[in-house]
């Protein structure tokens, strides 16, 4: 076993992993994928290797249910100092005036604002699944759509005018459900909606029938903390989000709210929701949030909005139809049909897949094909633009995708484009040096 003084940073995790040489092995596969094939999932990251090592720190030791200054066990007082760390930072990066910080994830974080502001079977106002709504936005499969009366909300249909594209959120539809079903809470956010959106529209319909506002900024938070985007931060009641995508920190989430409802909040979490918090997850939040208030990380969020657009122009070039007529954020949604009537996202995905091309499959508005199947492909910038990419290797990779889905029965292209796809990413390796990726896989430096 080696010891502590083997590992550069004092981090004695998975140095340690030599003991398991099947779990070593595994993670210098994945960290090998991630390192030769194109990441277009658009809620993926490459995390810093000081977010790596403060997730992967002693701190998954400690046992600290409660809050800072109030916890159930002894032995907290280093661990409330990382929790009141990550707090400020997440309150200083959003001008929030509380933050908890203990979500495992941004179902959990969504689960608990229900949870703190709506009694069972109250009516909640959402976006519609199909167009970009997110599971936790009240799916008969998930457990919000059981305990709450979900009421969706959609964007507008396409037009052919190029000026006002459509495909953009309803706010007729929204303010006359508002008006009609009088929604004690009205949701903001989505998974697969390429616009910014605003937050005033919605406020002020909260506000015209007396319904709460949550924010869920999952996808944009990193986009909102680069200040490309408009911060929903003092407008909506509550904000969620997700540390792991375009904020590119650990997998995780935060709550952001105004003192008044901070203690409801706080006990939807805890003791609502969950028991122990992660605070090596916590610790891996404040260093995100760290990250993301430094100068540089606007010119990230700045640099991932410019190379969405680049990649939307270039696909469009392609011939795929980019749903609302392009983008403004960090990703791009296409339809296929257009390019080919008979490709589906399942097939594209599948044959982008083996090309070493990896995006996900995504139903577009009023899609005719299952969520299984679909019409669409999403496809996102945060992972490559913190490798490294720009505009130019956009217009690459989306000449790639075509030149892929046109001839996706033939393998001696599909190898070609796998080849071209290992020597763009040897040239904007995520991690650096190949030589200093073993240190990654396994945590130690
Ligand atoms: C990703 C996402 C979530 C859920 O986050 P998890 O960490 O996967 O639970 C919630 N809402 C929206 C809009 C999302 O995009």
């Not at 092995?25 to 090592?53: K, M």
């Not at 469009?316 to 490709?343: C, K, Q, W, Y």
């Amino acid at each position: 076993m080696p010891s502590r003084a083997a590992s550069p940073e004092g981090v004695p995790s998975q140095g340690w992993l030599e003991s398991d040489p099947e779990v070593a092995r595994l993670l210098d596969e994945e960290l090998e994928r991630q390192s030769t094939t194109l990441q277009l999932i658009a809620s993926e990251n490459f995390a810093s290797p000081a977010v790596l090592a403060a997730a992967g720190s002693v701190l998954t030791n400690k046992y600290s249910e409660g809050y800072p200054g109030r916890r159930y066990y002894g032995g907290n007082r280093v661990i409330d100092e990382v929790e009141d760390l990550a707090r400020a930072r997440a309150m200083a990066l959003f001008g929030a005036e509380h933050a908890n910080v203990q979500p495992h994830a941004g179902a959990s974080a969504n689960l608990a604002v229900y949870a703190a502001l709506l009694e069972p079977g109250d009516t909640v106002l959402a976006m519609r699944l199909d167009q970009g709504g997110h599971l936790t936005h009240g799916s008969p499969a998930s457990i919000t759509g059981r305990l709450w009366r979900f009421v969706a909300y959609g964007v507008t249909p396409p037009t052919s005018s190029s000026a006002s594209p459509g495909e953009v959120i309803d706010f007729d539809q929204v303010d006359a459900l508002a008006r009609a079903e009088r929604p004690k809470l009205i949701v903001a956010g989505s998974t697969a909606y390429s616009r910014q959106i605003d937050p005033k529209p919605f406020r002020e319909i909260a506000d015209s029938v007396g319904a709460k506002f949550l924010f869920d900024a999952a996808h944009p938070a990193g986009l909102i903390a680069g200040s490309v985007h408009p911060n929903p931060v003092g407008i909506a009641d509550v904000v969620t989000f997700t540390t792991h995508k375009t904020l590119r920190g650990p997998r995780g989430a935060a709550i952001l709210c105004g003192r008044e409802l901070a203690k409801d909040i706080d006990r939807a979490v805890f003791p609502g929701l969950q028991g122990g918090p992660l605070e090596h997850a916590i610790a891996a939040k404040a260093v995100a949030f760290r990250e993301a208030a430094q100068p540089a990380f606007a010119d990230y969020a700045a640099r991932v909005v410019e190379n969405a657009r680049a990649f939307a122009n270039a696909l469009a070039e392609e011939g795929f139809r980019l749903v609302s007529g392009g983008t403004d954020n960090h990703m791009v949604l296409i339809d296929l049909r257009p390019f080919d009537a008979e490709l589906t996202g399942k097939a594209a995905q599948e044959a982008l897949d083996r090309a070493g091309i990896t995006c996900n499959r995504n139903t577009i508005p009023d899609d005719p094909r299952s969520p299984f199947v679909t019409s669409g492909l999403r496809l996102g910038t945060p992972a490559e633009t913190t490798a490294g990419m720009g505009p130019e290797q956009m217009r690459t990779i989306a000449a790639l995708i075509g030149r892929t889905l046109r001839r996706r029965e033939d393998e001696a292209t599909l190898r070609a484009v796998r080849g071209e796809v290992r020597e763009l990413c040897a040239a904007f390796p995520p991690y650096g040096r190949p030589g200093a990726r073993a240190h990654l896989a396994r945590g130690t430096g």
